[in-house]
């Protein structure tokens, strides 16, 4: 099992910045997939990002170019960094992660991408 907690949402104007952090309760090194989704009100869950252990990374198309998924294996840390945000952002977002062919969440950070 793993416990996953994503940190670094808030508020923020159109076209601005922010990075959010997901800091997993294992070493990460050995996870196939990890990515993040997002969820708007009203809506289903969306793929934001996914990346593999061996470096492949899909991205959903509303963020190519703008999003971008890392991880520090050192500190058990996924990232994505979220640039020239719009307001069609604005959900919230959940860590996400395979291990043993399961999957698990975190419980999200809300964002908000509003003047």
């Known amino acids: 099992q793993v416990q996953l907690v994503e940190s670094g949402g808030g508020l923020v104007q159109p076209g601005g910045s922010l990075r959010l952090s997901c800091v997993a309760s294992?070493?990460?090194?050995?996870?196939?997939?990890m990515g993040w989704y997002r969820q708007a009100p009203g809506k289903e869950r969306d793929m934001v990002a996914l990346?593999?252990?061996?470096?492949?990374?899909a991205y959903a198309d509303s963020v190519k170019g703008r999003f971008t998924i890392s991880r520090d294996i050192a500190k058990n840390t996924m990232y994505l960094q979220m640039n020239s945000l719009k307001p069609e952002d604005t959900a919230v977002y959940y860590c996400?992660?395979?291990?043993?062919?399961?999957?698990?969440w975190g419980q999200g950070t809300q964002v908000t991408v509003s003047t």
């Open positions: 294992r070493n990460i090194s050995s996870l196939y997939i």
């Open positions: 990346g593999t252990s061996g470096g492949r990374i």
């Open positions: 996400y992660v395979i291990l043993g062919g399961s999957p698990y």
